[in-house]
C-alpha cells in the first residue's frame, strides 16, 4: 500500500518541520513525516529546510551563524501565526523522542547539498539510534555521497537518493550506490521508469505531490510512498483509490 508522508509535517496548512505541523500530519492521516536537518552553530542537529533562517522565522542569517538555543528563540510559525502562535524551530532529538510515541514513518533528509556540515551524517544515525527508530526510518538528500556515507555508518538504515531530473536508469544508480529507494520531483519520472525501478526491488517515492490528479496517477502505479504538503487530501484520495480497485 502506498505510505502517504506529511512534506515537513503538514505544510499546506501548518508551519513548516515545527511540531505542531508534525502532529496535524499523524492527526490527518499520514504515515510518516518528512523533515529537513542541518547543524546549528554549537552542533545539534535541527530542524529546518533553508540554508538561512530569513524565510521561515523572524530571524536573519544563516542557520549555523546560530546556537541552538539562539534558534529556538526565534519564532518559526511563517505565515501561520494567527492559526498557531510561536512556533519554535525544533531539533530533531526533540522531533524522535515524540515520534517514538507513534507509530509514524519518519524521512529525515540531510541539507548537506549546499553546505557541507560535517558530521551531520554521525549525528543523525546517533540519535536516531538512540531512539531505536532505525527500522521506521529513511535518509535522504541530494548530496548522493552523502548517502554513500550514511551506507557504509548504518547499512541497516534505509537510504534514498533525491533528485529533481534523473539519470536514464535510476535503478541502477541507487543500486550502485546501495540506496534503497528514490525519491524523484513527481513532474519528472515517467510511468514506465517508477513501473521499472519497483521491478527491481527499489522504493519509489515522489516528491512534493500536492494534486490530486497526480496522487491519483502515482497511487495507480503503486508506488511505495508520496511525499505531499496535504496528507489529509492524500488520504482521501488513496482510500477513494482502494474502493475502486474492490
Known amino acids: 500500500m502506498v505510505k502517504i508522508f506529511g512534506h515537513r509535517g503538514a505544510a499546506g496548512t501548518y508551519p513548516e518541520n515545527t511540531m505542531p505541523s508534525f502532529r496535524a500530519a499523524e492527526q490527518l492521516g499520514a504515515d510518516g513525516i518528512e523533515l529537513d536537518v542541518q547543524l546549528s552553530k554549537d552542533g545539534t542537529v535541527v530542524v529546518i529546510h533553508d540554508e538561512t533562517v530569513n524565510r521561515t522565522t523572524n530571524g536573519r542569517g544563516r542557520v549555523n551563524s546560530y546556537t541552538y538555543e539562539e534558534l529556538s528563540r526565534l519564532d518559526a510559525s511563517h505565515s501561520f501565526y494567527k492559526k498557531t502562535g510561536f512556533c519554535s524551530i525544533p531539533s ?8 517514538q510515541g507513534t507509530q509514524l514513518l519518519i524521512n529525515v533528509e540531510l541539507k548537506n547539498n549546499k553546505l557541507p556540515y560535517r558530521g551531520l551524517e554521525e549525528s543523525v544515525i546517533h540519535l536516531l539510534r538512540k531512539y531505536e527508530l532505525e527500522p ?29 531530473r534523473g539519470p536514464h536508469k535510476p535503478w541502477e544508480y541507487a543500486q550502485k550506490l546501495g540506496a534503497g529507494a528514490i525519491h524523484p520531483n513527481y513532474a519528472y519520472i515517467a510511468d514506465p521508469v517508477v513501473e521499472l525501478t519497483l521491478a527491481h526491488g527499489i522504493a519509489v517515492r515522489p516528491y512534493t505531490v500536492n494534486k490530486e490528479k497526480y496522487m491519483r496517477k502515482l497511487m495507480r502505479l503503486q508506488v511505495t510512498g508520496i511525499v505531499t504538503d496535504y496528507p489529509e487530501v492524500a488520504r482521501r484520495v488513496l482510500q477513494e483509490e482502494q474502493r475502486k480497485g474492490r
Open 92 to 99: 530533531l532529538e526533540e522531533v524522535l523522542r515524540w515520534l
Open 136 to 164: 521506521r526510518a529513511v535518509l535522504s538528500s541530494f548530496h548522493h555521497a552523502s548517502m554513500v556515507k550514511c551506507r557504509e555508518l548504518a547499512p541497516d538504515i534505509e537510504t534514498a537518493v533525491l533528485y529533481k
